[in-house]
C-alpha cells in the first residue's frame, strides 16, 4: 500500500474531510488532494505531523511493504481537547486582558520614582519652599506605594490562570474551521501590531532627548530632573502598547500553531513580555540604594537614561533573537 492510499485510508477511519485533516497538519486542501492523487509527496515535517495525527509510526506511512497499521497507543487523542472557534476568541481576549493588568502593574513600577524626582526639582528651585529631606521622605513613601499598586496588578493576572490552562498548557486541537477563521483575525491584526511594535520601540530609543536636551544647553539641576519624569513617562507609554499589542500576537500564534509547534519562539516572546515586570523594580532598586548610599541626587538620576537605553537594546536584542529563531 503507497503512501496516498494510507492517508485516505486513515482520514476516513476518523471521519475527516480534505480540509478539517488540511486544517490539522496546516496545509491547504488542494495539496491533502494532491498528497491523496500521488500528484505530491508531503515533506518530512508533513510525513511526521501525520504520523501524530493518525497515532501510527512514521516507518508505516513511508514503507510501501507495511500494510497493517501499528497504532502507537490506543487512547493518544484522550487527552487531546478541541477547540472551537468561541473557546480560540476567548483566550486571545484573556491573554490580552491579562496582559493590559501586567502593563498597569508595569507602569506603576514605572513611574515609581515621578514624585520623587518632581519633588527634588521643587525643592531645588530657589522659587519654592520645600526642604529637601521633606522631599526625599516624601517621594520615598510615594515609590512604597506606587510598587505596592504595581505588585497588586500584577497578582490580579492570576485570575486568568484557570481560564487560559486548558489550551495554554494542554494538548489541543482546533475544531473545524477554527484555524481559518483565526488566520483571518492574525492577518487583521498583523499591521496594527507592527506598527504598535514599531511606535513603541521609536518611544523607547526617543525617551533620552528631552533630558539630554536640557542637559546640555540648560544645564539647571531642576529642570534636569523635573526631565526625568518626562523620560519615565515616555518609557511608559511604550510599555502601555507594546505588551498587550505582543500579548495578543503571541496568542494567536499559539492557538494556530496548536500548541505544539515554535515552542522556543514562543517561550521566548513569553520572556520578553515577562521582562519589563522585572527590569524596572530593579532599576528602581538599585536607583535608591545607590541615591540612598552615597546621597548625591543630583549625579545618580544618571541611571534613568542609561537604564531607558538599555531596555531599547534589550528588546532590540530579543527581535534578532526571536528571528534567528523563526
Same mark, same amino acid.
Given at each position: 500500500?503507497?503512501?496516498?492510499?494510507?492517508?485516505?485510508?486513515?482520514?476516513?477511519?476518523?471521519?475527516?474531510?480534505?480540509?478539517?485533516?488540511?486544517?490539522?497538519?496546516?496545509?491547504?486542501?488542494?495539496s491533502v488532494s494532491k498528497w491523496e492523487s500521488t500528484n505530491s509527496i508531503p515533506d518530512l515535517n508533513k510525513i511526521i505531523r501525520l504520523a501524530g495525527l493518525f497515532n501510527v509510526s512514521t516507518d508505516f506511512l513511508l514503507k510501501d511493504d507495511?500494510?497493517?497499521?501499528?497504532?502507537?497507543?490506543?487512547?493518544?487523542?484522550?487527552?487531546?481537547?478541541?477547540?472551537?472557534?468561541?473557546?480560540?476568541?476567548?483566550?486571545?481576549?484573556?491573554?490580552?486582558?491579562?496582559?493590559?493588568?501586567?502593563?498597569?502593574?508595569?507602569?506603576?513600577?514605572?513611574?515609581?520614582?515621578?514624585?520623587?524626582?518632581?519633588?527634588?526639582?521643587?525643592?531645588?528651585?530657589?522659587?519654592?519652599?520645600?526642604?529637601?529631606?521633606?522631599?526625599?521622605?516624601?517621594?520615598?513613601?510615594?515609590?512604597?506605594?506606587?510598587?505596592?499598586?504595581?505588585?497588586?496588578?500584577?497578582?490580579?493576572?492570576?485570575?486568568?490562570? *484557570?481560564?487560559?490552562?486548558? &489550551?495554554?498548557? $494542554? !494538548? #489541543?486541537?482546533?475544531?473545524?474551521? +477554527?484555524?481559518?477563521?483565526? /488566520?483571518?483575525?492574525?492577518?487583521?491584526?498583523?499591521?496594527?501590531?507592527?506598527?504598535?511594535?514599531?511606535?513603541?520601540?521609536?518611544?523607547?530609543?526617543?525617551?533620552?532627548?528631552?533630558?539630554?536636551?536640557?542637559?546640555?544647553?540648560?544645564?539647571?539641576?531642576?529642570?534636569?530632573?523635573?526631565?526625568?519624569?518626562?523620560?519615565?513617562?515616555?518609557?511608559?507609554?511604550?510599555?502601555?502598547?507594546?505588551?498587550?499589542?505582543?500579548?495578543?500576537?503571541?496568542?494567536?500564534?499559539?492557538?494556530?500553531?496548536?500548541?505544539?509547534?515554535?515552542?522556543?519562539?514562543?517561550? *521566548?516572546?513569553?520572556?520578553? &513580555?515577562?521582562? $519589563? !515586570? #522585572?527590569?524596572?523594580?530593579?532599576? +528602581?532598586?538599585?536607583?535608591? /540604594?545607590?541615591?540612598?548610599?552615597?546621597?548625591?541626587?543630583?549625579?545618580?538620576?544618571?541611571?534613568?537614561?542609561?537604564a531607558g537605553v538599555l531596555f531599547a537594546a534589550l528588546v532590540g536584542l530579543m527581535g534578532l533573537l526571536e528571528k534567528d529563531r523563526s
Amino acid at each position: 500500500m503507497i503512501l496516498s492510499e494510507k492517508i485516505i485510508k486513515l482520514r476516513k477511519q476518523l471521519g475527516w474531510s480534505q480540509e478539517e485533516l488540511a486544517d490539522k497538519v496546516n496545509v491547504s486542501r488542494q495539496s491533502v488532494s494532491k498528497w491523496e492523487s500521488t500528484n505530491s509527496i508531503p515533506d518530512l515535517n508533513k510525513i511526521i505531523r501525520l504520523a501524530g495525527l493518525f497515532n501510527v509510526s512514521t516507518d508505516f506511512l513511508l514503507k510501501d511493504d507495511i500494510d497493517t497499521a501499528e497504532y502507537l497507543s490506543e487512547n493518544s487523542e484522550a487527552d487531546v481537547i478541541q477547540v472551537n472557534l468561541e473557546q480560540a476568541l476567548s483566550y486571545i481576549d484573556n491573554i490580552t486582558a491579562q496582559a493590559q493588568l501586567t502593563a498597569k502593574g508595569v507602569a506603576c513600577f514605572v513611574c515609581s520614582a515621578v514624585p520623587l524626582f518632581f519633588l527634588l526639582a521643587l525643592s531645588k528651585n530657589e522659587n519654592v519652599a520645600l526642604d529637601a529631606d521633606i522631599a526625599v521622605a516624601l517621594g520615598l513613601i510615594s515609590i512604597f506605594i506606587m510598587v505596592a499598586a504595581g505588585i497588586r496588578q500584577v497578582i490580579s493576572t492570576n485570575q486568568y490562570s *484557570s481560564a487560559l490552562a486548558p &489550551i495554554d498548557k $494542554a !494538548p #489541543f486541537e482546533l475544531a473545524y474551521g +477554527v484555524h481559518s477563521a483565526c /488566520g483571518e483575525k492574525q492577518e487583521a491584526f498583523t499591521p496594527t501590531y507592527n506598527n504598535k511594535l514599531s511606535l513603541a520601540i521609536t518611544l523607547f530609543i526617543t525617551s533620552t532627548i528631552p533630558l539630554l536636551l536640557v542637559v546640555i544647553f540648560i544645564g539647571q539641576d531642576y529642570l534636569v530632573l523635573l526631565m526625568l519624569p518626562v523620560l519615565l513617562f515616555i518609557v511608559t507609554a511604550g510599555l502601555w502598547i507594546i505588551i498587550p499589542a505582543s500579548a495578543q500576537h503571541e496568542a494567536y500564534k499559539h492557538i494556530l500553531n496548536e500548541g505544539d509547534k515554535n515552542r522556543d519562539l514562543t517561550h *521566548s516572546e513569553r520572556h520578553a &513580555i515577562k521582562l $519589563a !515586570p #522585572f527590569y524596572w523594580p530593579l532599576t +528602581v532598586a538599585i536607583y535608591l /540604594g545607590w541615591s540612598l548610599w552615597t546621597m548625591n541626587w543630583g549625579v545618580t538620576w544618571i541611571i534613568w537614561p542609561v537604564a531607558g537605553v538599555l531596555f531599547a537594546a534589550l528588546v532590540g536584542l530579543m527581535g534578532l533573537l526571536e528571528k534567528d529563531r523563526s
